[in-house]
């Protein structure tokens, strides 16, 4: 059975040019699963019944199933996915009330290697890479289950997407061409692979790229990821500066809070001296409790005192909203698993 989520216009041509249909069937094809992503063949109403049965015999929409759907007071919804092999990963779901906007956090890979240590996804271990085609499922599953269109990406969910970069690469062209999101609009959020950043660099990446930073000296760093031993944050700002300069483009830069850890005063002029030299907004994202580890949130006047503090360095900063944290759909809060 070939499944026609995943497919571009060239594999469905060749689909339909086997059952001795037109070229204009495959774009029709195309359309209903992207485009007006529809659950069944029979949705696909400007194709004739005698043709639908043909494309039945062969092939379906999805092999994708969804196993649990929670919906957060806020309108966030969280999906549990399954794939035909039995693994799980969840796919959110934003709405911004006062925007237009529908932005999908999509899972790269089920668990994660890199282990952070306030990350839910992180204590799972790494059990497999998602293909392109599993991760493009969590965005169509979405649109086929709201009936609406998603017109923002990140990849924030489960896994470190420069680990399964290939997959990831193949899914934001998908997502840009065939589903016609600007690449403007995808975004993808990284624990700081030094490699692929250079490689990311080098291939002139048009989304945005998102680094998680979450200290602004080498020993706290080491102690919430353990990456930092490996790509450690001096080499970091080589492969920040090489990438903002090569692209052109604005790095976004997450940045954890966590109470009395790093979000002194003394930290955010650590961090302002880290960044000066490199094009970026700062999004700081206040920590989301998680199971096995004592970090608290700062209260909120923390937060606002760090964001000013910053804001004073002269650059853009936001603040996370959290969304979705009553069903554990908050950043940090995936880990697979029905409660
Ligand atoms: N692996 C990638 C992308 C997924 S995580 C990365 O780490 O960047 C998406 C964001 O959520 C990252 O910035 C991550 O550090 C953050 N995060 C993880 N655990 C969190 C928690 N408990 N509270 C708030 N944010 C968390
Ligand atoms: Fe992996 Fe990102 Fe979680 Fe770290 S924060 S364990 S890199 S998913």
């Known amino acids: 059975m070939e499944i026609l989520s995943g497919l571009n216009l060239k594999e469905f041509e060749a689909l339909t040019e086997k059952l001795g249909a037109s070229k204009f069937r495959a774009r029709q094809i195309h359309n209903w699963i992207y485009l007006k992503s529809v659950k069944e063949i029979d949705e696909m109403t400007d194709l004739s019944v005698k043709f639908r049965e043909q494309l039945k015999e062969v092939a379906k929409v999805t092999d994708t199933k969804i196993k649990v759907k929670q919906t957060s007071s806020d309108g966030t919804i969280k999906y549990l996915l399954e794939y035909p092999d039995g693994e799980c990963v969840e796919t959110v779901l934003m709405r911004f009330d006062n925007r237009a906007n529908l932005t999908a956090c999509v899972s790269s890979q089920v668990g994660c290697a890199v282990n952070c240590s306030f990350c839910a996804t992180g204590k799972r271990g790494f059990i497999r890479n998602l293909n392109y085609k599993e991760i493009i499922e969590q965005v169509l599953t979405i649109q086929r289950d709201t009936g609406l269109k998603v017109t923002n990406i990140v990849f924030m969910g489960q896994g470190e997407p420069l680990l399964n970069l290939e997959n990831v690469l193949k899914a934001m062209k998908i997502f840009n061409e065939d589903f016609q999101i600007g690449a403007r609009r995808l975004t993808v959020s990284t624990s700081g692979i030094i490699p692929q950043i250079n490689k990311l660099a080098q291939l002139d990446m048009q989304s945005t790229l998102a680094l998680s930073l979450h200290a602004s000296n080498h020993e ?19 492969a920040l500066k090489n990438y903002t300069d090569k692209t052109g483009r604005r790095i976004t830069i997450e940045y954890l809070l966590i109470k009395d850890l790093n979000d002194t005063a003394q930290s955010a002029k650590e961090l302002a001296q880290y960044l000066k030299d490199i094009k970026c907004n700062i999004n700081l994202i206040p920590y989301n409790p998680t199971e096995k580890n004592d970090y608290q949130r700062p209260s909120n006047n923390s937060i606002m005192k760090f964001k000013y503090l910053m804001e004073h360095s002269g650059k853009k900063v936001t603040v996370r909203l959290e969304r979705g944290a009553d069903i554990d759909a908050a950043c940090g809060q995936l880990r697979g698993k029905i409660k």
Request: glycine share 0%.
């Open 220 to 238: 706290t760093r080491a102690k919430l990821m353990q990456i930092e031993n490996k790509y450690p944050m001096d080499e970091l700002h080589k």
